[in-house]
């Protein structure tokens, strides 16, 4: 399947739907009685004319959001979303669209929809339209909009979000429920498809278990060059960010609270004292360093656990 997207500007939980502001996960916001003093929801022209309304106060009074589609003041990304569906009803919104109503990400300033692929249309600056074949397994409902599954979504966001945005998202995704096994069925079962190499990759390149964000970028540094740590594991009675058992060796990324608290720090030494006294390697690197430069500590821990694997053979 593959997305002949008509061009636009440029712009993260897996199968539930958190409340975002303008929209609930749980409810479907009913349309209230439109009359000239209301602000209901968007609705099509027909609607706002049959509900009493003379044709020249919706065009003076009324928003154009779409084509045929109208609202009483300005429209929120979830009266958008709304619109789309309204004004094309064979359309499924997806990508950043669907994303948002996953309660993946925050507002996005460029919205997607799915289209057939003979649709001719011209999207305002705000819509990227994606023209397709989309298979109905792959349409979900959300907030009673048709939505792409939350696979297909993930495999849409990595196609049109920066990497640093897309790897975050895919990370966060997993850490917080969605199902790998999702993705892996997605791509086993349309082979072939645009977007598959990448979603593969990504998938082997998740970061699920991180505790802090300077965690999640040494993780995928580590994985990019083949290394996989348990993360967050538990040795003895102490919890550790990243650990070898093969070498046994523990890596530590300190936040700003190791050197400012000395609380903390009497009670960390303590903790690398046992560790090591119990036969451990214990290397520790600044929040910092590893922000700075993930792939340069990722070489020496890769180099470190490798040799010592190999001494311990």
Request: charge should be negative; glycine fraction near 4%; proline fraction near 9%.
């Given at each position: 399947m593959t997305a002949n997207s008509t061009p636009a500007q440029p712009g993260h939980s897996a199968d539930s739907t958190p409340a975002q502001p303008g929209h609930s996960a749980d409810s479907t916001p009913a349309q209230p009685g439109?009359?000239?003093?209301?602000?209901?929801?968007?609705?099509?022209?027909?609607?706002?004319?049959?509900?009493?309304?003379?044709?020249?106060?919706?065009s003076r009074r009324f928003t154009r959001v779409l084509p045929t589609v109208h609202m009483r003041g300005e429209?929120?990304?979830?009266?958008?979303?709304?619109?789309?569906?309204?004004?094309?009803?064979?359309?499924?919104?997806?990508?950043?669209?669907?994303?948002?109503l996953r309660g993946w990400t925050t507002e996005p300033s460029t919205l997607d929809a799915t289209v057939p692929r003979s649709a001719r249309?011209?999207?305002?600056?705000w819509l990227r339209?994606?023209?397709?074949?989309?298979?109905?397994?792959?349409?979900?409902?959300?907030?009673?909009?048709?939505?792409?599954?939350?696979?297909?979504?993930?495999?849409?966001?990595?196609?049109?979000?920066?990497?640093?945005?897309?790897?975050?998202?895919?990370?966060?995704?997993?850490?917080?429920?969605?199902?790998?096994?999702s993705l892996i069925c997605l791509l086993e079962?349309?082979?072939g498809r645009r977007g598959n190499a990448e979603l593969a990759r990504q998938v082997r390149l998740a970061v699920t278990r991180f505790a802090s964000e300077p965690e999640r970028a040494l993780g995928r540094a580590l994985h990019r060059i083949g290394l996989y740590l348990?993360?967050?594991?538990?040795v003895g009675s102490f919890v550790c960010d990243l650990v070898?058992?093969?070498?046994?060796?523990?890596?530590?990324?300190?936040?700003?609270?190791?050197?400012?608290?000395?609380?903390?720090?009497?009670?960390?030494r303590h903790r690398q004292n046992a560790l090591v006294l119990g036969g451990w390697l214990v290397l520790?690197?600044?929040?910092?360093?590893?922000l700075a430069a993930p792939d340069v500590v990722a070489a020496e821990i890769a180099s470190v656990v490798r040799r010592r694997r190999e001494s311990r053979r």
């Open positions: 439109h009359s000239e003093g209301s602000t209901p929801g968007p609705s099509t022209f027909r609607q706002l004319v049959s509900s009493g309304l003379h044709p020249s106060t919706v429209p929120s990304t979830m009266d958008r979303c709304r619109a789309i569906a309204l004004w094309r009803p064979d359309a499924v919104l997806s990508h950043r669209s669907a994303a948002y249309l011209r999207p305002p600056p339209l994606h023209r397709r074949a989309l298979d109905s397994r792959l349409v979900d409902e959300v907030e009673s909009l048709p939505c792409t599954t939350p696979a297909q979504t993930m495999l849409d966001c990595l196609a049109v979000l920066p990497r640093e945005e897309a790897e975050l998202l895919i990370d966060e995704r997993l850490k917080f429920g969605l199902d790998p096994a079962r349309f082979p348990e993360m967050n594991a538990t070898d058992r093969r070498s046994r060796t523990i890596i530590e990324v300190d936040g700003r609270e190791f050197h400012s608290a000395a609380e903390v720090f009497s009670k960390d520790r690197y600044s929040a910092f360093d590893v």
